[in-house]
């Protein structure tokens, strides 16, 4: 997946964009059901899934980050902070399949940059 990287006034957006064979349902559990996340993403822990709630993230040294979730629109939108930066997924059904959006909003470039947006 290819993302499309802009500059804004106070940083960069990456976002890519990806149809999935999978209905709205199956891809949100994927994004929030603890089960499912760490199929894919073993360090993020949802522990209270709401606005303002919180995702963990284990730094593998026996700390976690917090991470606020922002914005949470049911089987529709999960966005929450990244250290400095914002991370947003949005879904959208489409007969038989399910269209990912993952906008990525940050604020500067580090030599790390480029091993967060590939995961």
């Known amino acids: 997946m290819l ?8 940083g960069y957006i990456a976002r890519f964009e990806r149809h999935l064979k999978h209905f709205v349902e199956k891809v949100w559990s994927s994004l929030t059901e603890n089960d499912k996340l ?4 073993s ?14 993230f284990d730094m593998q040294d026996g700390t976690f ?25 949005e879904l959208y059904p489409e007969p038989e399949v399910c269209r990912l959006v993952l906008i990525e909003k ?4 580090t030599n790390h940059t480029p091993k967060d947006i590939a995961g």
């Open 106 to 109: 940050i604020k500067k470039i």
């Open 65 to 89: 980050e917090e991470l606020e979730i922002i914005e949470l629109k049911m089987y529709s939108v999960l966005e929450y902070t990244w250290g400095e930066d914002v991370v947003r997924f």
């Open 43 to 56: 360090e993020l822990r949802v522990d209270d899934l709401r606005e303002g709630g919180i995702i963990k």
């Open 3 to 10: 993302a499309v990287i802009q500059q804004i006034e106070n």
């Open 38 to 41: 760490a199929k894919w993403f």
